[in-house]
């Protein structure tokens, strides 16, 4: 698969997306759970809705009425960090 999309975490291993796009993202998904494109980075997109069904802690997580503010947000910036942002 040495054509596959890369991971959020390794678009930031190479500086094509940074500590603040992945906030900003994080952010994003904790004021509107249901967005879905959200540009970042040195031309990427990410649907964060997705990003967030598709990894099963962190939809679990996100939506549990007794997880922390800072347990969701650990949960959704892993899943945004395993997710494979399109170029635009």
């Not at 991971?7 to 998904?29: M, N, P, Q, W, Y």
């Not at 650990?74 to 899943?79: G, L, P, W």
């Amino acid at each position: 698969m040495a054509n596959a999309p890369q991971t959020t975490g390794e678009l930031f291993k190479a500086k094509a997306v940074t500590e603040t796009d992945i906030a900003a993202a994080v952010d994003a998904f904790m004021a509107d759970p249901s967005k879905s494109t959200f540009l970042f980075g040195e031309g990427y997109r990410i649907d964060l809705a997705e990003a967030v069904r598709a990894h099963e802690w962190a939809s679990v997580t996100a939506v549990n009425k007794d997880a922390t503010d800072h347990l969701k947000r650990a949960a959704v910036r892993t899943a945004i960090l395993l997710a494979r942002p399109e170029p635009v």
